[in-house]
């Protein structure tokens, strides 16, 4: 089936250093989405994309959509200690009458104030 | 502003037992999902549901049923409970093109 490989599993930083995690995928994709999960939550859609090559920022958030269609990443810049968090990569393809999203590992984020 | 409200947060279940997980959003979504997530596996599709009426099987589907009840409601069933479902549900809705938006969770231990 379709997978998604993302990385790195875990970060360990220092507040103020930027971030980049990225995920990758044999399969093509139409939609790549970015969550976050705080301990104790449901994961939060921080950005989503929706054309290869498009590139969204959210604050000091910032991701890509491959021009693969394969790959997307996410940067954060200046990391504050309320980054923490499991970050997840999502992607979906509507095919048909329904189009079902599949989910990166997640890399655990921590941040050393 | 609820979103998708799940209950209960916690539960402890013996072994063979039964529960229903319940899950309801108030935003007129079509498509609800059903997820669990264990340590390291990341977010994985138990069932779904496209529309009213119709429900599908989804990536790790057996031991568990479903139903939906009417637009705003979406039960998952574990009829005969064992420790390899002790995990962390979500619920989650959508509608159109947007991503999905999930519940807080229901943390099920399996003793």
């Known amino acids: 089936g379709q997978q998604l490989n993302q990385s790195p599993q875990s970060m360990f930083i220092q507040e103020g250093e930027d971030v980049s995690m990225n995920c990758t995928s044999s399969?093509?994709?139409?939609?790549w989405l970015w969550y976050k999960q705080e301990p104790g939550e449901g994961p939060v859609l921080l950005i989503a994309l929706y054309k290869a090559g498009e590139l969204t920022s959210n604050g000091r958030l910032t991701a890509q959509f491959g021009i693969t269609r394969k790959d997307s990443f996410l940067n954060i810049s200046a990391s504050i200690p309320s980054d923490v968090g499991i970050y997840f990569c999502?992607?979906?393809?509507?095919?048909?009458?329904?189009?079902?999203?599949?989910f990166g590992k997640g890399t655990k984020l921590s941040v050393k104030p | 502003n609820a979103g998708v409200t799940q209950t209960p947060k916690f539960q402890v279940l013996k072994t063979g037992q039964s529960m229903t997980l319940q899950c309801a959003q108030d935003?007129?979504?079509?498509?609800m999902y059903w997820y669990r997530q264990d340590p390291g596996m990341g977010l994985r599709l138990i069932y779904y549901?496209?529309?009213?009426?119709?429900?599908d099987k989804g990536e790790v589907p057996n031991g568990y049923n479903v139903s939906r009840l009417n637009k705003r409601e979406f039960s998952l069933r574990l009829e005969s409970a064992a420790p390899s479902q002790t995990s962390v549900y979500f619920c989650?809705?959508?509608?159109?093109?947007?991503?999905?938006?999930f519940g807080s969770g229901t943390r099920l231990t399996v003793v």
């Open positions: 399969s093509i994709f139409n939609t």
């Open positions: 549901s496209a529309s009213e009426g119709t429900t």
């Open positions: 989650a809705s959508r509608t159109g093109t947007f991503g999905y938006t």
């Open positions: 935003m007129n979504h079509n498509s």
């Open positions: 999502a992607a979906l393809n509507y095919g048909g009458s329904q189009g079902n999203l599949i």
